[in-house]
């Protein structure tokens, strides 16, 4: 079974700083990668996703990831975060084809300060 | 246009009660999941059903059901109420190799 490691869970920048966030996965086969992010009070929302071809890939609001393979690494990174910025985000992960039965990670908490 | 619409936003049950949280997908969209988010982790999938039929299952036990009607909603039940139940549980609808679109989801407590 496949699994997704975050090892961030709580990450605090300043307005401006740029951000990483880690994601690891574990599965050997094809996988389908995602960010997801979720405003507190808000449903979960869809920042970007992998499915082939360009491993780096563009999301909403200026966030991108970089899908590498031979780490199993799927990234999320933002050159300059806003304070509206603030909320949980969850890499995700599938077997390759579908976007049903995601496997989460354990979530990133990101706390921008003024 | 509607996103995935779930009821009720907020319950609460007492052990050893049975309860029915029911989910509409966006319209089109055939594949329905159920998720359980407990606080301070990620969601852990439960079921996906597609046509009606189920076509995966998570680590739960036999006290979780679910089935999905022909207009593609979907009720998630679970029976025999634990603490442990109360969770935030998320239902998403989907279309083959496009992203899943996720409801607000319905808060449970169990006391």
């Known amino acids: 079974a496949q699994s997704v490691s975050q090892h961030n869970h709580h990450v605090i920048l300043s307005e401006a700083a740029s951000l990483e966030l880690g994601c690891n996965y574990s599965y050997g086969g094809t996988v389908n990668l995602f960010w997801y992010v979720q405003y507190p009070g808000q449903h979960l929302q869809l920042l970007l996703k992998y499915f082939s071809g360009d491993p780096l890939v563009k999301g909403i609001k200026g966030f991108e990831a970089e899908f590498i393979k031979s780490k199993f690494s799927f990234n999320l990174r933002k050159p300059s975060v806003q304070w509206s910025d603030t909320a949980e985000y969850f890499c995700a992960v599938t077997r390759g084809g579908t976007a049903s039965k995601l496997t989460f990670g354990t979530g990133t908490r990101l706390q921008v300060t003024l | 246009d509607a996103g995935v619409t779930q009821s009720p936003t907020h319950l609460i049950k007492t052990r050893g009660q049975h309860v029915t949280l029911r989910c509409s997908p966006i319209s089109g969209h055939k594949s329905v999941s159920w998720y359980q988010q407990v606080l301070g982790q990620g969601p852990q999938f439960i079921f996906q059903?597609?046509?009606?039929?189920?076509?995966g299952r998570g680590n739960f036990p036999d006290r979780f059901s679910a089935r999905q009607f022909p207009n593609y909603s979907s009720e998630l039940n679970v029976n025999a109420l634990l603490l442990g139940d109360s969770a935030l549980y998320l239902c998403?609808?989907?279309?083959?190799?496009?992203?899943?679109?996720f409801g607000q989801g319905t808060r449970l407590t169990v006391v």
């Open positions: 998403a609808s989907s279309e083959a190799r496009v992203e899943a679109f």
């Open positions: 059903y597609y046509e009606k039929e189920e076509r």
